[in-house]
């Protein structure tokens, strides 16, 4: 039993589907630099970062500074007024967007940032239909949940027109069956002809797909995917909308937005979560051409808060001024290294893949039948806890572990999380063995 009195008004006054990770769930009370404290005293290396959230480090001194002085200046405005953070972070972000990306709209969550794009995408070009990805995650709300490709999300009734779901570009899992690179002739993006040839009018307002499909399990789309995907789109009417919720601030390495690595041009992007070190913020960055479009008037209540922009600025200072673009390349291809070698031990892992502070391992009882084991990843999950590691799981079926160092971890983080996975991995291990042997013995 817990000892927690959060965990167990928690699970007393929240919505039970609002669920918390492990068996026995843990209250977080305090964060500094990479590591966080349960209301227990108990210290945790966060490789999770809160989802992918906490950028630059709990209680990082350069954003709390700013984040202080903010709230000491003025803390509200709404989007009725003007105020100096925002517009300087909408001009940064125009110098630093790729192509022609020139206007922002800030929010507060990556479910608004993507209703947002996609209601700017439809009327942008009068047209409804938007093809989403197989396994994504798009956000909450009505519109973003039906583009969710994933059915644990989707419980409730989605009254929602007009959403198509294209294949994943999901290598180890090839939709097309293509067994590696050679022979991969990137099916899953010329498939969109077809879908869009049979399942819509002809024509779409848009093409929206995460980067890196993150809640989906770290999915990294192969080179030339998006080229081919955005080409497709366009020729018949569609907008491309890329989701960088997961992939932006250099998580992905070596850039600022992860569409970066694949040489193209979204006419809307969207981000979140790093952006703001947990500042609750978010944008819809788009051309002029489909900004100016949006209709109407149009409010948000907590956009462009002054308190989130500080904290979005000051996240952005951290990045460029210590260089973790760069760090996110380096200690990210190490941590790749370490998986590689890991997959090298354990047979359970069936897939280890990622790019940049952004590496996940597919877990599976059966490299050849590629049999799906969220059994195992319980294991890793529980054994890593005890040793103090904090790490973060997904895919359609719950067997991935997913990692999310914050971007300026170095390779004694990097160790520190990989040896205690590799701990929970060869107890996994065990675990399955002995089941197998105690079911022999039963048979
Ligand atoms: N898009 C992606 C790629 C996400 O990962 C998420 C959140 N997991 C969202 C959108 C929705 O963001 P939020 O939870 O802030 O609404």
Redesign the pocket.
């Known amino acids: 039993m817990s000892q927690s009195e959060a965990v167990r008004k928690h699970k007393e006054f929240l919505f039970p589907a609002v669920s918390m990770y492990y068996a026995e769930p843990i209250a977080l009370a305090k964060g500094e630099g990479h590591y966080v404290w349960d209301d227990q005293g108990k210290k945790y290396l966060d490789a999770f970062g809160g989802?992918l959230t906490v950028s630059v480090g709990h209680a990082n001194p350069h954003v709390t500074a700013a984040v202080i002085k903010q709230v000491q200046t003025i803390s509200h405005t709404s989007t009725l007024y003007a105020n100096a953070e925002q517009s300087n972070l909408a001009e940064k972000l125009a110098s630093i967007a790729p192509g022609e990306l020139k206007k922002t709209f800030f929010t507060s969550?990556?479910?608004?940032a993507?209703e947002t794009a996609m209601n700017a995408a439809r009327v942008a070009t009068g047209r409804l239909d938007i093809i989403t990805l197989r396994h994504s995650?798009?956000?909450?709300s009505l519109q973003?949940l039906a583009g969710c490709g994933q059915s644990g999300w989707k419980k409730i009734p989605l009254p929602v027109a007009g959403i198509k779901h294209a294949h994943a570009p999901y290598c180890y899992r090839c939709p097309f069956g293509a067994k590696d690179d050679s022979n991969c002739s990137l099916e899953c993006a010329n498939d969109i002809e077809e879908l869009i040839l049979t399942e819509t009018g002809g024509e779409i307002a848009a093409f929206m797909a995460?980067t890196v499909i993150?809640?989906g399990g770290f999915i990294v789309p192969p080179k030339g995917y998006f080229a081919r995907a955005t080409e497709i789109a366009r020729k018949y009417g569609g907008l491309y909308i890329a989701?960088e919720?997961?992939t932006a601030w250099g998580r992905t390495g070596e850039h600022w937005w992860g569409v970066d690595h694949y040489g193209v041009k979204p006419d809307i992007m969207?981000s979140?979560?790093g952006m703001g070190n947990g500042a609750p913020v978010?944008m819809t960055i788009a051309t002029p051409a489909v900004a100016d479009k949006y209709p109407g008037i149009t409010f948000a209540t907590y956009g462009g808060n002054p308190v989130s922009m500080a904290a979005t600025r000051a996240t952005m200072e951290v990045i460029e001024s210590q260089n973790l673009l760069q760090n996110c390349k380096t200690t990210g291809a190490y941590l790749g290294q370490r998986f590689a070698e890991l997959k090298e031990k354990h047979a359970l892992i069936g897939d280890a893949r990622g790019i940049g502070m952004m590496q996940a391992l597919e877990i599976v009882s059966d490299r050849k039948a590629k049999t799906p084991d969220a059994k195992a990843v319980a294991v890793v999950f529980e054994e890593t806890k005890k040793r103090g590691v904090l790490i973060g799981k997904g895919g359609l079926y719950g067997n991935v572990i997913r990692t999310g160092l914050m971007l300026n971890a170095g390779r004694s983080e990097v160790d520190e999380m990989v040896d205690a996975i590799d701990a929970g991995l060869t107890l996994a291990a065990k675990v399955a063995n002995t089941a197998s042997t105690s079911n022999a013995t039963n048979a």
């Open positions: 989802v969550s990556g479910t608004e993507n995650y798009s956000g909450r973003t995460e993150g809640s989701d919720v997961q969207v979140a979560k978010a």
